[in-house]
């Protein structure tokens, strides 16, 4: 069965790191991209960026370029998603999902809630 | 980027309607489409890829069309738990981009 289980949900203060993670099961891990989705309170979803843990290729939404880290560990079938300094505009629900080479996403994490607050 | 525009990003229905969702993308992207539900706390659900291929598992009242900027998501007897948010989604091997979403709620 395919499986992607995040972490848990995380309190942080503004300029504080971050980071989360998706862990695949069920699934050849290197054969599948890994995106990274944001909902804010209320809002639609937001593409974030991908990556391809095969060989780390990296795919950035030019609205969060430059604002978060995505990588994975292959090793442990896990993906990331970092933040050096949150805001409290990151306060949003993060989603994994998978999809395949230019397919779309047919699996999704159950979620992860942020929440920045001073 | 390109861009997708939903509308109506509300409607009110009854069970038992037809209800048609509209997309439109900024520029061709040819049949790389998607339709997903998302209901409140729960991560998206795949309906429809390729514009109009239907998930496994998915009813069959819920039918996609359209070619080149213009899509629709077609929903044709309204069941009491396709109230939800609706979102369509183009694709391809570099990036995505959702449409804004549109509620389906209870008239």
């Known amino acids: 069965e395919v499986q992607l289980v995040q972490s848990g949900a995380e309190v942080k203060k503004p300029g504080e790191s971050l980071k989360i993670s998706c862990k695949g099961s069920?699934?050849?891990?290197?054969?599948?991209?890994i995106g990274w989705v944001r909902q804010m309170p209320g809002k639609g979803l937001e593409w974030m960026g991908s990556?391809?843990?095969?060989?780390?290729?990296?795919r950035n939404s030019p609205s969060f370029q430059g604002q978060v880290t995505i990588s994975a560990d292959k090793s442990i079938t896990t993906a990331y998603l970092h933040w050096s300094s949150l805001k409290a505009s990151d306060t949003a629900m993060y989603y994994c999902?998978?999809?395949?080479?230019?397919?779309?996403?047919?699996?999704w994490g159950q979620g992860t809630l942020v929440t920045v607050s001073s | 980027d390109i861009q997708m525009t939903q509308s109506p990003s509300t409607v009110s229905a009854s069970v038992g309607d037809r209800v048609t969702i509209t997309c439109r993308a900024s520029?061709?992207?040819?049949?790389?489409l998607a339709w997903y539900q998302q209901k409140p706390g729960k991560a998206p659900k795949l309906l429809i890829y390729?514009?109009?291929s239907l998930e496994s598992g998915v009813p069959s009242r819920f039918s996609g069309s359209g070619s080149g900027t213009e899509f629709t998501l077609t929903i044709s007897s309204l069941q009491p738990d396709d109230f939800a948010t609706y979102y369509c989604?183009?694709?391809?091997?570099?990036?995505?981009?959702f449409g804004q979403g549109t509620e389906l709620e209870i008239k």
């Open positions: 390729k514009v109009s």
């Open positions: 999902a998978r999809n395949y080479g230019s397919d779309p996403v047919d699996y």
């Open positions: 989604q183009h694709y391809n091997r570099y990036s995505c981009s």
């Open positions: 069920g699934y050849s891990f290197t054969s599948y991209w």
């Open positions: 520029q061709s992207i040819s049949s790389r």
């Open positions: 990556i391809y843990p095969g060989d780390s290729d990296t």
